[in-house]
């Protein structure tokens, strides 16, 4: 059975400190995405990751895959209060065409002024 | 972009009525359709893995005959709960997958509250 586990599950941080969230899975895998909720509303992706060593960037947030180490890390830059919401990591186990995700636990973040 | 509509967008239900959920593809064919719960303060569960004109593959744990999925067309597949109970009441998530794609496009979830 796949788990997905991410640290910490709850982030108190002050704006323009950095950060990083971790997102550890149990099997192999080489696609990974990042989403991010805010409270009472749906999943807004953030990032898609398909291959070792992907990196990528928007903004004050970075996602980086590893598929080797089984690992995945969500980087904020000089937080901001708007990035204060709840962010999960899920994998997709099987690759080829989009098959059904197992998420992680999700981390709440909240940014303080 | 590709947008993936629900509704309703909240119900409020007595004890032991049934409640459908629609979710839709607007502008693009699902080939595939993504059934998720989320309670309070919790992850996302899969419930089942829709396919157009196949039936629906349910996870382990969840009761085929309780939560009935249709994906009668491409771009509409829909949840319905029967004989709901209280221990439904949770946020209904869908999603949709285009064929040949490697991501899958969310809907706005559905607060479901069953009294």
């Known amino acids: 059975e796949l788990k997905v586990e991410q640290n910490p599950l709850f982030l108190s941080m002050q704006e323009g400190k950095n950060y990083t969230i971790y997102c550890n899975y149990s099997t192999t895998s080489d696609r990974l995405y990042w989403y991010r909720q805010d409270p009472g509303k749906s999943l807004e992706s953030l990032f898609v990751?398909?291959?070792?060593?992907a990196v990528k960037q928007e903004g004050r947030l970075m996602a980086s895959l590893d598929t080797k180490a089984r690992l995945s890390t969500l980087h904020i830059t000089a937080a901001v209060h708007d990035l204060s919401a709840t962010y999960f990591c899920a994998v997709d186990p099987k690759g080829g065409t989009a098959s059904k995700l197992t998420f992680g636990t999700g981390t709440r973040l909240q940014v303080t002024l | 972009g590709a947008v993936v509509s629900q509704h309703p967008s909240w119900v409020i239900c007595k004890s032991g009525t049934s409640v459908k959920i629609e979710c839709r593809s607007l502008d693009f064919q699902a080939t595939t359709m993504f059934w998720y719960r989320q309670f309070p303060k919790q992850s996302l569960m899969l419930m089942a893995t829709?396919?157009?004109?196949?039936?629906?593959?349910?996870e382990q744990g969840v009761e085929k005959d309780k939560f009935l999925i249709n994906h009668a067309s491409l771009t509409l597949s829909t949840l319905t709960v029967t004989s709901a109970h209280p221990e439904d009441s949770s946020f209904y998530i869908c999603s949709a997958a285009l064929a040949g794609a490697d991501t899958q496009y969310f809907g706005p979830g559905t607060r479901l509250t069953v009294l």
């Open positions: 829709s396919n157009e004109g196949s039936k629906a593959t349910y």
């Open positions: 990751l398909l291959s070792n060593g």
